[in-house]
């Protein structure tokens, strides 16, 4: 996520940059940091934002499962946390996930895959383009 995201996230989410650091829990001179681009968005920032967007996108309508969307094989979804934990829409949320059959290294490597990913595009893709 780069400042540019991160400002237009927060205006999405409603929030001044206190209340966006009182939600985070970090200081209003981190969120000063990251929109002027001072400082990189650390991973669990990043997610945190991530994951209160995607609730207030997901309010409405049926959420689409990634292991149906990407037709992982059985055998694969077994053993992925989404499938077991059932939040195939929140699969780029889910540490561990086995997409393309491998387990990533660490959220900025999963992120890297995540932002190609239809069902990450087809949730934050509207907002991001904004």
């Known amino acids: 996520?780069?400042?540019?995201?991160?400002?237009i996230f927060r205006s999405r989410l409603d929030r001044t940059q206190k209340e966006m650091a009182q939600l985070l829990g970090i200081s209003i001179k981190a969120i000063h940091s990251y929109e002027q681009g001072w400082r990189k968005i650390p991973g669990h920032v990043e997610r945190q934002v991530y994951f209160l967007l995607s609730r207030t996108l997901?309010?409405?309508?049926?959420?689409k499962k990634c292991w149906d969307l990407l037709q992982c094989p059985k055998e694969?979804?077994?053993r992925c946390?989404?499938?077991?934990?059932?939040?195939?829409?929140?699969?780029?949320?889910?540490?561990?996930?086995?997409?393309g059959g491998k387990i990533h290294d660490s959220w900025e490597k999963k992120m890297e895959a995540c932002r190609r990913c239809d069902?990450?595009?087809?949730?934050?893709?509207?907002i991001q383009g904004s």
């Open 81 to 99: 946390p989404a499938y077991e934990f059932q939040s195939g829409d929140m699969c780029w949320f889910v540490n561990g996930t086995r997409c």
């Open 58 to 63: 997901q309010r409405t309508g049926k959420k």
């Open 119 to 126: 069902i990450f595009l087809n949730l934050f893709d509207d």
């Open 1 to 7: 996520m780069n400042s540019k995201e991160f400002k």
């Open 76 to 78: 694969q979804m077994n």
